[in-house]
């Protein structure tokens, strides 16, 4: 089973700062995507940005790159240039590679608060 | 092309009482995927359905729950005889094939309250 751990419960950043939120998994799959997910208070879902563990290079999205390091199963989210819209919770989540369907597993949450 | 929609947005039951939770995927979408959120916490995965097949039910309570995604309408998630550590947020998502390198898009919830 694989399991997804998100150690900051909640972070704070000034706006127009740079944030790094941390994430690390365990699994013994080879291939497999992560993803990041922004839940505002409006309690939706979005797709922040998601990686193929068969990529080297990092993936990007505007404002929001991630360090995605394979071997130290870790998966981290940086957002530059912090809005106040970027007030929510952040999950990471881990998806097999696989035929069988796109199940997520979802780490704890942090929540980050950008102050202006 | 409407999002996965999520109806109730807010249900509060007392307990002992039935919860029905609907959601209607994204036109096209045939693969559907039910979460639990409980406060402060991730989204936990209860169940994978395709038209008319469950296809991995791993994350659902032995008792009480049941889902179904038939031919015509929406996926419901049934909970019989609510009890208070049901309370919880209920996520649906949809996708449009099984495979890893699509997109599953998610509904607003579904805010179950037991009193």
């Known amino acids: 089973a694989q399991t997804v751990t998100q150690s900051q419960p909640e972070m704070s950043v000034q706006e127009a700062e740079t944030v790094t939120l941390s994430c690390t998994y365990d699994t013994s ?18 797709l922040v940005i998601r990686q193929e563990a068969y990529k080297q290079q990092n993936a990007t ?56 | 092309n409407a999002g996965v929609m999520q109806n109730p947005r807010h249900l509060v039951r007392r307990r002992g009482q039935e ?18 959120q409980l406060p402060e916490e991730g989204l936990k ?36 005889q609510v009890v208070r550590g049901d309370s919880a947020a209920y996520f649906c998502a949809s996708s449009q094939t099984q ?8 509904g607003q919830g579904t805010r179950l309250t037991v009193v």
Not at chain 1, 30 to 46: A, T
Not at chain 1, 70 to 92: E, P, R, V
Not at chain 2, 59 to 72: D, H, L, T, Y
Request: charged residues 20%.
């Open chain 1, 29 to 46: 799959e080879n291939n497999y995507y992560l993803f990041w997910y922004k839940q505002p208070p409006s309690r939706q879902m979005i």
């Open chain 2, 45 to 80: 995965f209860m169940v994978y359905l395709q038209k008319e097949n469950i296809i991995d039910e791993s994350g659902m309570p032995k008792e009480r729950f049941s889902a179904e995604f038939p031919k015509e309408g929406p996926s419901i998630l049934r909970i019989q």
């Open chain 2, 99 to 106: 495979r890893g390198n699509t997109e599953a898009f998610f």
């Open chain 1, 61 to 116: 999205e505007n404002r929001f790159s991630v360090n995605f390091q394979k071997a130290a199963k870790s998966f981290s989210l940086k957002i530059s240039d912090s809005q106040l819209g970027d007030t929510a919770m952040y999950f990471c989540a881990f998806m097999k590679q696989h035929n069988a369907g796109n199940m997520l597993t979802f780490g704890g949450g942090t929540r980050l608060m950008v102050k202006p």
């Open chain 2, 19 to 36: 919860a029905r939770l609907r959601c209607s995927p994204m036109k096209g979408h045939s693969h559907v995927y039910w979460y639990r």
